[in-house]
């Protein structure tokens, strides 16, 4: 059964702080992997998109890193911010329309 | 421009009732996708539109979730009969196509409440 699992379920961190979020997946066969983030009542936005060729991705603060020997992703967050704080989301593709979701990281940055 | 649009924000629907969500991709995007998402879950895959294509529908929970979509544009996510468990965000997405890796933009979402 394909599957995305994503630790840790819940994640409180001073601002300023750097944290690390961690992304397992059993998907077979591996088209790309996403991370998005989803603020409250919003839908997600996409922050990442890494094929299986790619070791990691930059995209500001947030660099993902993918192992896909593994089958583990990891998206890391720099100097945190109060805006930081949503729930991010690992998103693994098949192909088009086979995507499966992560349950997300509910990330709280505190002041 | 402007983004993916869903409307309405929020519906109260009594048990029974059917109801219908509207979805407006960001124009020019050919792919479009429907999810659910339930209360502490992740996002689930209901059913996806390409072009002219025959949707592909296999994520669908029940015969009673249907969708439309008319060209490339304005979608419609029917569930008719409405159960207590269908309450959940439901949360349109479009691409430019759907082949790859091309980013899904996300619509803010349907609130879903059924009484």
């Known amino acids: 059964k394909n599957q995305v699992e994503q630790s840790p379920q819940s994640l409180i961190i001073l601002e300023g702080k750097n944290c690390t979020l961690q992304?397992?997946?059993?998907?077979?066969?591996?088209?790309?992997l996403r991370w998005y983030k989803q603020d409250t009542g919003r839908g997600p936005v996409s922050l990442t998109i890494?094929?299986?060729?790619?070791n990691t991705k930059s995209n500001g603060r947030y660099t993902a890193t993918l192992d896909a020997d593994t089958k583990q992703s990891s998206l890391h967050i720099t100097a945190s911010q109060l805006s930081d704080s949503a729930s991010y989301i690992c998103?693994?593709?098949?192909?088009?329309?086979?995507?499966?979701f992560g349950k997300g990281t509910m990330l709280l940055v505190s002041p | 421009g402007a983004g993916v649009s869903q409307s309405p924000s929020n519906k109260v629907t009594e048990k029974g009732k059917d109801v219908e969500l509207r979805c407006d991709p960001i124009?020019?995007?050919?792919?479009l996708y429907w999810y659910r998402q339930r209360l502490g879950q992740g996002l689930e895959f209901l059913i996806y539109?390409?072009?002219?294509?025959?949707?592909?529908k296999s994520g669908l929970p029940s015969d009673r979730f249907s969708a439309e979509r008319t060209g490339e544009s304005v979608s419609t996510l029917t569930i008719q009969r409405t159960q207590q468990e269908d309450s959940a965000v439901y949360l349109c997405?479009?691409?430019?196509?759907?082949?790859?890796?091309?980013?899904?933009?996300f619509g803010p979402g349907t609130r879903l409440t059924v009484t």
């Open positions: 539109f390409q072009g002219n294509s025959a949707p592909d």
């Open positions: 997405a479009s691409s430019r196509t759907g082949t790859g890796g091309y980013e899904q933009y």
């Open positions: 998103v693994v593709s098949i192909g088009y329309s086979t995507l499966t």
């Open positions: 992304c397992n997946y059993t998907v077979s066969p591996f088209s790309n």
């Open positions: 124009s020019g995007h050919t792919a």
């Open positions: 890494m094929t299986f060729s790619e």
